[in-house]
C-alpha cells in the first residue's frame, strides 16, 4: 500500500508568480485535505476535496484553489504569490469526508517566496 | 470560533521521566472531534488518537494515555517512561462538523518535546 505522496519536495519562487503543487492519496481514499504550515505554527486547514468536489474551506482567498482528479490525486494551485506563502504545504488523505476518519499526511511541500 | 490552545511551547526532560502536553480548547457546539498529532523532524503528522465529545473515557495505549475533561475544556496528553525517539512536535487538534457534512480542523500551535538521553 502506497502511502501520500507530494511534489516537489521543495520549491523556490518569487512574489507575484503562480505554483502548482501536487499530491497522490493513498490507495483507496476519496478525500484529500490540504494544510498550510508556516515556521514555529500548527497547520493551518485550506480546504478539503471529496469526490472531485470541494467539501469545506478554510480562512484562505480565492488565489488558493484547488482540484482533485478521477483518481483522487489533488493540486493546490496559489496565484499571485506573496512573502507570507512561504510554508510548509502538506496533503492528507482519508478513506472519506468525516473528522471521524484518520488522515494520513504526506510528507509536505516546503515553499520559500523570495 | 474554535480555538485551541497549547500553552507549553517547549517541553525539555530526561529520558524516562513522565510528561503531560496540555490541550485546552474553546467550541459552541456540542458536536466536536479532538486529535493528537505527533510531528517529528521529517515533518510528516502522525495521527495519536480522536476523541468526539460525547466520549469522555480515558485512553491508554502504551506509554500514552489521554485524559478528555469536558467540564474543563481539555484534552491532555501524557507520555509515561518518556524516550529519545518521543522528541517531536506534537499537535492537538478540533473539529466541528457543518451541517453540509463537511468540517474544518483547527491547529493548536504545537508543543515541541525535546527528551534528553
Known amino acids: 500500500e502506497t502511502g501520500v505522496t507530494q511534489s516537489p519536495t521543495h520549491l523556490i519562487k518569487t512574489r507575484g508568480q503562480q505554483v502548482t503543487l501536487r499530491c497522490s492519496s493513498q490507495?483507496?481514499?476519496?478525500?484529500v485535505s490540504w494544510y498550510q504550515q508556516a515556521l514555529g505554527q500548527g497547520p493551518q486547514f485550506i480546504f478539503q476535496?471529496?469526490?472531485?468536489?470541494?467539501?469545506g474551506r478554510g480562512n484562505f482567498p480565492p488565489r488558493f484553489s484547488g482540484l482533485q482528479f478521477p483518481n483522487y490525486s489533488s493540486e493546490l494551485n496559489v496565484n499571485a504569490l506573496e512573502l507570507d506563502d512561504s510554508a510548509l504545504y502538506l496533503c492528507?488523505?482519508?478513506?472519506?469526508?468525516?473528522?471521524?476518519?484518520?488522515?494520513?499526511f504526506g510528507p509536505g511541500t516546503r515553499l520559500t517566496v523570495l | 470560533a474554535q480555538k485551541v490552545t497549547q500553552a507549553q511551547t517547549e517541553i525539555s526532560v530526561v529520558e524516562k521521566e513522565d510528561v503531560t502536553l496540555d490541550c485546552v480548547y474553546e467550541?459552541?457546539?456540542?458536536?466536536?472531534?479532538l486529535f493528537w498529532y505527533k510531528q517529528p523532524p521529517s515533518g510528516e503528522l502522525v495521527f495519536l488518537i480522536r476523541?468526539?465529545?460525547?466520549?469522555?473515557q480515558n485512553e491508554i495505549s502504551g506509554r500514552y494515555s489521554w485524559n478528555f475533561q469536558k467540564s474543563t475544556s481539555s484534552f491532555n496528553f501524557t507520555i509515561t517512561a518518556s524516550q529519545v525517539v518521543d522528541s517531536a512536535v506534537y499537535f492537538c487538534?478540533?473539529?466541528?462538523?457543518?451541517?453540509?457534512?463537511?468540517?474544518?480542523?483547527?491547529f493548536g500551535r504545537g508543543t515541541s518535546l525535546i527528551v534528553h538521553p
Open positions: 492528507a488523505s482519508s478513506s472519506d469526508r468525516g473528522p471521524y476518519n484518520e488522515q494520513f
Open positions: 476535496y471529496y469526490r472531485e468536489e470541494e467539501n
Open positions: 490507495s483507496g481514499h476519496n478525500t
Open positions: 476523541r468526539n465529545s460525547f466520549d469522555e
Open positions: 487538534a478540533l473539529s466541528e462538523v457543518t451541517p453540509g457534512g463537511s468540517y474544518i480542523p483547527t
Open positions: 467550541t459552541r457546539d456540542t458536536t466536536y472531534y
